[in-house]
């Protein structure tokens, strides 16, 4: 096994503790909390995956909590009721989720109310609503009714 960071080492110390006193693992906020510094719980995620991938731990997945396992004393966090991790389950997506993007038709904008909209933005030099006839005089003509 390779050497381990500062980081990784502080992550794999606050493991094996949950472990050794059969506590839920902890989260990857209370963690980055436990690491200090500018740790985020993106980078602290990846940090229990790099243990995994090392050889130190062994993960067992569920859908909002994990099991970790420490290789060397074999003792794991406790578990905590919940449903497997769909990752876990042969890469299935779970149920009610669907891989393809879901088209939905979304109506022009004229069409939500009946009403054609009406351009009401003011002119950014002058304050002088575009709908307001005959405009201002800084090129941004006002418009009446647009679609």
């Given at each position: 096994m390779r050497e381990l960071l500062q980081r990784e080492a502080r992550v794999l110390r606050a493991l094996e503790w949950a472990a050794a006193?059969?506590?839920?693992?902890?989260?990857?906020?209370?963690?980055?909390?436990?690491?200090?510094?500018?740790?985020?719980?993106?980078?602290?995620?990846?940090?229990?995956?790099?243990?995994?991938?090392?050889?130190?731990?062994?993960?067992?997945?569920?859908s909002a909590s994990r099991v970790v396992t420490i290789v060397a004393t074999g003792k794991s966090t406790a578990p905590i009721a919940g449903?497997?991790?769909?990752?876990?389950?042969?890469?299935?997506?779970?149920?009610?989720?669907?891989?393809?993007?879901?088209?939905?038709h979304v109506p022009p904008p004229s069409?939500?109310?009946?009403?054609?909209?009406?351009?009401?933005?003011?002119?950014?030099?002058?304050?002088?609503?575009r709908d307001a006839v005959p405009g201002c005089g800084h090129g941004y003509v006002g418009e009446r009714l647009t679609c």
């Open positions: 006193l059969a506590k839920p693992c902890p989260t990857n906020i209370e963690l980055a909390d436990l690491v200090g510094g500018h740790a985020t719980a993106r980078r602290i995620s990846q940090i229990v995956g790099d243990l995994a991938d090392a050889g130190y731990i062994r993960l067992q997945r569920f449903t497997p991790h769909w990752s876990t389950d042969g890469g299935k997506w779970p149920p009610g989720r669907s891989v393809a993007p879901v088209h939905r069409d939500i109310d009946g009403r054609p909209r009406v351009n009401r933005d003011p002119c950014p030099r002058c304050g002088v609503r």
